[in-house]
């Protein structure tokens, strides 16, 4: 069984982590025909405001159902997805 | 009639017992608190961790020899889990079926609990970055997602009255969305949601992992070949590929182990080729949700 890794790089990606802000870009939700990735509030850190989290991250969460299409690798501005299988 | 209708039916189909949207009952489960810790982190559910195992590649773990099995049977306790300790942040006892349009319409104009809101759809902005307002929450769920600013809607009104509910859903069926009714957690009901493939989280774990968290309708379609006049209308509006054209046969053929009964495939038909059939009444499809 072939398995596909979806790595991103969250220096680039995830304003907890020190990238852009998802919630401003979310170019590879929109691409990903049959939706793989998930955008959802970063673990972990500090809300001001719990019911209005300002931190988030993508994680790339339906491996299985990746066609390997690299459009997802392509759209990224910041260069930060890598598909490997 | 499902397993859930004979526990929460009251003789009837469970969606259809108005003790399910009540206030007396959500109180009861103390659903305000429930809700609301739910809600503020609900998209993290698919990449939190759960008895050490997260979804993140769930499709190769349920793929595994033996492990695969026990967290299948682990997964499909929780979704339909109905204990007193149930956590909110795992969504537990969190399902839904698919239902016919004029059903939903039923619904909103008689049953739901007051206040009715309208949303953006968590799962397409979660997973497609899309804000869509689509979903119908009511009773309980309306004041706790009111509180969210991420899902309220710009621009227009988020209060509706219930005629105003059962014309935007109406609407919903027009652009070819399928009607769910949803328990949160069973036995209430607060939401009515407008589902399509791959961007709905309950139908991706249904239609791609096979685990329940939708059920197939109380109904299934049946095509008349003497009506149909293979236009491929219906064929465009499934959402779960259980139509197609036969150039042979020039018509459709319907699949009923497929079909989940939303009657999208019967709305579209210019030729009123296509009926929705109780699923209870065919023997073989009986049980079979």
């Known amino acids: 069984m072939v398995k596909t890794k979806i790595v991103i790089d969250y220096s680039k990606c995830g304003n907890a982590t020190g990238g852009i802000d998802p919630r401003q870009c979310g170019k590879c939700l929109q691409v990903c025909d049959p939706a793989v990735f998930i955008r959802h509030m970063a673990f972990n850190v500090k809300e001001d405001n719990p019911y209005d989290p300002q931190y988030w991250q993508i994680t790339p969460v339906w491996l299985s159902l990746c066609t390997h299409c690299g459009k997802c690798v392509k759209a990224c501005p910041q260069k930060a997805i890598t598909v490997s299988f | ?289």
């Not at chain 2, 049953?111 to 009511?138: H, S, T, W």
Request: glycine fraction near 8%; include cysteine; charged fraction near 25%.
């Open chain 2, 1 to 289: 009639m499902c397993n859930w209708c004979m526990k929460h039916g009251a003789g009837g189909k469970w969606y259809l017992n108005a003790r399910n949207y009540s206030y007396e009952l959500a109180e009861a489960m103390n659903l305000q608190a429930y809700l609301e810790e739910q809600w503020k982190n609900f998209e993290q559910v698919y990449i939190r961790k759960i008895m050490g195992v997260s979804s993140i590649g769930l499709g190769y773990k349920l793929r595994m020899p033996i492990i695969g099995r026990v967290i299948r049977r682990a997964v499909e306790g929780m979704i339909h889990s109905e204990s007193k300790n149930r956590n909110p942040v795992r969504a537990d006892g969190h399902f839904g079926q698919v239902i016919p349009i004029e059903e939903a319409k039923l619904i909103m104009l008689n049953l739901a609990a007051e206040p009715i809101i309208q949303n953006y759809c968590m799962c397409r902005l979660m997973q497609k970055g899309i804000k869509d307002v689509c979903c119908i929450n009511f009773g309980v769920l309306s004041t706790v997602i009111e509180k969210l600013p991420r899902f309220i809607p710009e621009n227009t009104k988020v209060r509706l009255s219930r005629d105003e509910a059962a014309a935007a859903l109406e609407e919903q069926n027009r652009k070819g969305r399928v009607a769910t009714v949803w328990f949160q957690p069973v036995p209430y009901i607060c939401a009515i949601c407008s589902c399509e493939t791959p961007q709905c989280g309950g139908l991706r774990l249904r239609m791609d992992f096979g685990l329940h968290t939708v059920y197939k309708a109380e109904y299934y379609a049946e095509v008349n070949p003497d009506l149909c006049q293979g236009c491929k209308t219906c064929v465009a509006s499934c959402q779960f590929g259980a139509i197609r054209f036969s150039p042979t046969l020039k018509r459709v053929l319907i699949d009923p182990t497929k079909c989940f009964g939303c009657g999208l495939c019967r709305d579209r038909c210019p030729h009123d080729a296509i009926r929705l059939l109780p699923r209870d009444e065919n023997p073989l499809l009986r049980g079979k949700y």
